[in-house]
């Protein structure tokens, strides 16, 4: 049994460092020794009762833990792949082959496997898997589920099956021939504050205590991860950025606050301060030293940077935004705060999201070009930009007219 640095007992494949950080470990069936680091207890014991649980009763033959360490020599022959059941691949997929995805995604997998493709395809062999299996389970989505979460469970199982053929257990893709039934989300599909529900949500925020970080995500787009987990070391008040290269989130199913990476390589940017932003940050910052902290602020979590490899740790005494109770506020809360000041206000409900996107409508009807507001909000593709939010309503399109009428050159005038 592992002790702490002050010869307590902490379990058995629990033990604490010199440097703080506790160190979870445990043996396999298959006799590969798993362990990983934490900066909390709690973190490890959760860790450790998971990665337990999974060795216990996941089904996968032996030979596959060693294949994902890279220890099986390069002329070993695997046994019988496409005896393997889709359930049995979906779990070493999400064990093994992405083990460093962004917990939300894990999760958004997780759940549309559980929902929709494993009650279709779950006990098929996965070499048996066809087209037609694919299609229906998009099929049998059509009319309980909104178009974007279909299309979620296409890419999770595309890319399921991806790892599938890239891995050798399956020579031909199933998907190749199945098409995304429904299109990226439409401006309808997506909530959007007018003008006007935004005049009337900010009157209402002004006696909020998250005014700021509402303000601030109507002024810059950002996630509400990439705002949870700003830092002080990344504005620069001088010359009037802030810098996006980590997020921050918090996991109810382990209760532990978890740092991470942006969404894609293209969420590192850097994005120019407007002034209310600027003079938000500003005040903040001069007033940082008088906050309360509560004790457990008092952390560093790690964690993996996609665009160099290495570690990386997130200080929380460094957070821009903490709550009265000295520590940052969790998504879901900023949601509830959100739908009683949009009752007060008046309006419909909307989440945090939902500040986003209507900072990007709000670019769009200020002419910011579609190629500078993808930096800005850190897209992956221009494409994604323009699906969705470069929209045409009716009031843009007589705009367009005036301004077409009002810069014809004096010679065509006269035709």
């Not at 033959?61 to 022959?77: R, T, Y």
Request: charged share 30%; with cysteine; glycine share 4%.
């Amino acid at each position: 049994m592992g002790k702490d640095l002050k010869g307590r007992e902490l379990g058995t494949g629990l033990a604490q460092r010199k440097d703080g950080r506790y160190t979870a470990r445990f043996v396999t069936r298959t006799g590969y020794r798993k362990q990983s680091y934490f900066d909390t207890l709690p973190q490890a014991r959760s860790w450790l009762q998971d990665a337990q649980y999974n060795d216990k009763h996941k089904s996968i033959v032996a030979p596959f833990d060693m294949v994902a360490k890279d220890i099986v020599s390069s002329n070993a022959e695997l046994p019988e792949l496409n005896d393997m059941t889709v359930d049995e691949f979906f779990e070493f997929w999400m064990n093994y082959l992405i083990p460093d995805l962004r917990s939300n995604t894990k999760r958004n997998y997780r759940d549309r496997y559980i929902h929709n493709i494993q009650p279709v395809i779950g006990r098929l062999k996965v070499g048996d898997v066809r087209p037609f299996h694919c299609k229906k389970v998009l099929l049998d989505m059509e009319e309980d589920y909104s178009p974007s979460t279909v299309v979620q469970t296409y890419i999770a199982m595309g890319t399921l099956f991806k790892a599938a053929r890239e891995n050798g257990v399956i020579d031909k893709h199933p998907m190749d021939t199945v098409k995304c039934p429904t299109a990226r989300k439409s401006m309808s599909d997506i909530k959007v504050l007018t003008v006007e529900e935004q005049t009337k949500f900010l009157e209402v925020a002004k006696r909020s205590n998250n005014y700021d970080q509402y303000v601030l995500l109507l002024q810059t787009g950002l996630r509400t991860g990439e705002l949870v987990g700003l830092t002080w070391d990344s504005v620069d008040l001088k010359n009037k950025t802030i810098s996006i290269d980590k997020s921050l989130e918090y996991r109810h199913s382990r209760g532990t606050w978890e740092a991470g990476p942006p969404k894609t390589t293209a969420g590192y940017r850097t994005i120019p301060l407007t002034s209310k932003a600027y003079n938000i940050l500003a005040r903040l910052y001069d007033a940082r030293k008088n906050r309360y902290e509560a004790p457990e602020l008092n952390t560093q979590l790690e964690f993996k940077d996609k665009l160099t490899g290495e570690i990386r740790y997130l200080n929380m005494k460094d957070l821009v935004f903490i709550n009265r109770k000295g520590m940052p506020t969790k998504n879901s809360s900023y949601d509830t705060h959100l739908y009683k000041l949009c009752d007060e206000a008046g309006i419909k409900h909307i989440s945090m999201h939902v500040l986003r996107h209507s900072y990007a409508t709000r670019a769009i009807e200020r002419q910011i070009p579609p190629k500078t507001l993808q930096r800005l909000l850190g897209h992956a593709s221009l494409q994604v930009t323009m699906d969705t939010y470069v929209h045409v309503t009716e009031n843009t399109k007589i705009e367009a007219i005036k301004q077409f009428e009002e810069n014809e050159p004096e010679s065509l005038r006269m035709v």
